[in-house]
């Protein structure tokens, strides 16, 4: 975002950004459904929903190239086997699934069919994992490596599964106050900017070059699963911003 909005300045002190730090998940739901939302932020960024892109001001360029869609399983280590023998989502349709309450990829997966268990955060499904609870817990790419560090310590048969990598085209976009139209279109053209310059992959490869290697995801078997909640817009959109898989780029 900095960079985006950076380059619309010719001056770094012509503009100043302040953050506001949300504690989770749930809160940011909570907090763009609500009027607070105009009152005290801008804008934010979150995986796209149907009612926020039509309440907000959306800037469809998807951050992180699309790469929020792209999933790896926490498991227990003794499952590996089975997982290995998956190849079609039917299968891994028949054993329970655990995500968040509220969050975007819940409501696809039981949109999807899949035996959902629902937790809190990911404290509690890590916790209910390794109790036996759940059969998997799906994690974005680029922050699985960094929550098994944060949590294998508290649960030692916790690891990542090595074979599977699941993608959904689920686009991470900035939403915008609707009182703040100019911010929009400024974000939008800065976006636009760096994509032109190289800046945007310079810095995609900078930040996530080194995840997608450690988890061998081009060596996965890729199941899609269908995100039929996108706007028109949306899916238009992706096509316009390179393509819908982007780790098959090369680094």
């Given at each position: 975002?900095?960079?985006?909005?950076?380059?619309?300045?010719?001056?770094?002190?012509?503009?100043?950004?302040?953050?506001?730090?949300?504690?989770?998940?749930?809160?940011?739901?909570?907090?763009?459904?609500?009027?607070?939302?105009n009152d005290i932020t801008d804008l934010t960024y979150a995986v796209t929903r149907p009612h926020w892109e039509a309440q907000l001001l959306t800037v469809r360029v998807p951050l992180l190239k699309g790469l929020m869609g792209y999933r790896v399983f926490f498991i227990h280590k003794?499952?590996?086997?089975?997982?290995?023998?998956?190849?079609?989502?039917?299968?891994?349709?028949?054993?329970?699934?655990?995500?968040?309450?509220?969050?975007?990829?819940?409501?696809?997966?039981?949109?999807?069919?899949?035996?959902?268990?629902?937790?809190?955060?990911?404290?509690?499904?890590?916790?209910?994992?390794?109790?036996?609870?759940?059969?998997?817990?799906?994690?974005?790419?680029?922050?699985?490596?960094?929550?098994?560090?944060?949590?294998?310590?508290?649960?030692?048969?916790?690891?990542?599964?090595?074979?599977?990598?699941?993608?959904?085209?689920?686009?991470?976009?900035?939403?915008?106050?609707?009182?703040?139209?100019?911010?929009?279109?400024?974000?939008?053209?800065?976006?636009?900017?760096?994509?032109?310059?190289?800046?945007?992959?310079?810095?995609?490869?900078?930040?996530?070059?080194?995840?997608?290697?450690?988890?061998?995801?081009?060596?996965?078997?890729?199941?899609?699963?269908?995100?039929?909640?996108?706007?028109?817009?949306?899916?238009?959109?992706?096509?316009?911003?390179?393509?819908?898989?982007?780790?098959?780029?090369?680094?």
């Amino acid at each position: 975002m900095q960079s985006a909005i950076a380059s619309t300045y010719a001056d770094a002190n012509d503009y100043e950004i302040k953050f506001l730090t949300i504690a989770s998940d749930e809160q940011t739901r909570r907090l763009m459904l609500s009027n607070q939302f105009n009152d005290i932020t801008d804008l934010t960024y979150a995986v796209t929903r149907p009612h926020w892109e039509a309440q907000l001001l959306t800037v469809r360029v998807p951050l992180l190239k699309g790469l929020m869609g792209y999933r790896v399983f926490f498991i227990h280590k003794d499952t590996q086997d089975y997982f290995t023998k998956i190849d079609n989502l039917k299968r891994l349709k028949l054993i329970r699934l655990g995500s968040g309450r509220g969050w975007s990829f819940s409501n696809l997966y039981q949109q999807q069919h899949f035996k959902v268990v629902l937790g809190e955060d990911t404290s509690a499904l890590i916790k209910m994992l390794n109790k036996g609870r759940l059969d998997y817990f799906p994690r974005g790419i680029v922050e699985v490596k960094e929550e098994l560090a944060r949590f294998k310590p508290h649960y030692a048969n916790l690891t990542i599964e090595e074979s599977l990598v699941t993608y959904t085209p689920m686009p991470v976009y900035f939403f915008i106050n609707p009182n703040n139209p100019e911010l929009a279109k400024r974000l939008r053209r800065g976006l636009q900017n760096i994509i032109d310059n190289g800046e945007y992959e310079q810095k995609f490869a900078q930040y996530f070059a080194k995840s997608i290697k450690q988890l061998n995801v081009k060596q996965r078997r890729l199941l899609t699963i269908p995100n039929t909640t996108l706007t028109t817009e949306s899916r238009q959109n992706l096509a316009s911003f390179w393509a819908t898989q982007p780790v098959t780029t090369s680094f």
